[in-house]
């Protein structure tokens, strides 16, 4: 079965700090990867996704994520994080034609 | 577009009193997903429909949930009765046909609450 374990619950960072928030999936065939926003009392919105090609992969708002088959991870990363990045983000993988998602992670930037 | 429509945004009610939530995909979406966001167990999938027919309904908790697509521009989950432990976040999710690999729109998501 296919699964994704994001690896923090909670990432504190200062703002204009870089970020990098951790997930790996399990999966035994071809593989799509998804992360997701959530900002407080929102629905979730689409980062950024991975099918197939380059390894790495930029989304919205400035954040990137590197898919390493080797090491079954899907990192998400911004180089500088600004207040308004605060959220929970949700790393995601198909499983079939359903989306399985992570715990998520809660962001919280800082001045 | 008005995106996937979901109502209420907030429901509360006592336990053992019938729910039902709404959802309105975007128009041409033919897959349609509940998913409930608790702490403890973060997003679950429910259910979800292709062209109005349910696919997989493994994840809907037990039978006091019930969900239907009538049509295609209309889709209800309804828990009778509701208890306390139901209280979370529904969100409906949409997606266009052929678009198996390109993530879903959400709603905003309706807020339970079952005292």
């Known amino acids: 079965a296919q699964s994704v374990t994001q690896l923090d619950s909670q990432v504190p960072v200062f703002e204009e700090a870089p970020v990098e928030l951790r997930c790996n999936y399990s999966s035994s065939v071809s593989v799509y990867l998804f992360w997701y926003v959530q900002y407080p009392n929102q629905g979730l919105q689409l980062l950024l996704k991975?099918?197939?090609?380059?390894?790495l992969v930029k989304g919205i708002n400035g954040f990137e994520a590197e898919f390493n088959k080797s090491q079954t991870s899907f990192h998400l990363r911004k180089p500088s994080v600004h207040i308004s990045d605060t959220a929970e983000y949700f790393c995601?993988?198909?499983?079939?034609?359903?989306?399985?998602f992570g715990k998520g992670t809660t962001l919280s930037v800082s001045s | 577009d008005a995106g996937v429509i979901q109502s209420p945004r907030h429901e509360v009610t006592e336990m053992g009193q019938e729910v039902t939530l709404r959802c309105k995909p975007i128009?041409?979406?033919?897959?349609l997903f509940w998913y409930r966001q608790t702490m403890m167990r973060g997003l679950e999938l429910l259910i979800y429909?292709?062209?109005?027919?349910?696919?997989?309904d493994s994840g809907m908790p037990e039978d006091r949930f019930s969900a239907k697509m009538p049509n295609a521009s209309f889709s209800t989950l309804k828990i009778q009765p509701s208890e306390p432990r139901d209280s979370a976040v529904y969100f409906c999710?949409?997606?266009?046909?052929?678009?198996?690999?390109?993530?879903?729109?959400f709603g905003s998501g309706t807020r339970l609450t079952v005292v």
């Open positions: 991975y099918l197939s090609g380059s390894t």
């Open positions: 995601a993988v198909l499983a079939g034609t359903a989306l399985i």
């Open positions: 128009s041409g979406h033919n897959s």
């Open positions: 999710a949409s997606r266009p046909p052929g678009a198996d690999r390109y993530g879903y729109t």
């Open positions: 429909f292709n062209n109005n027919v349910p696919i997989d």
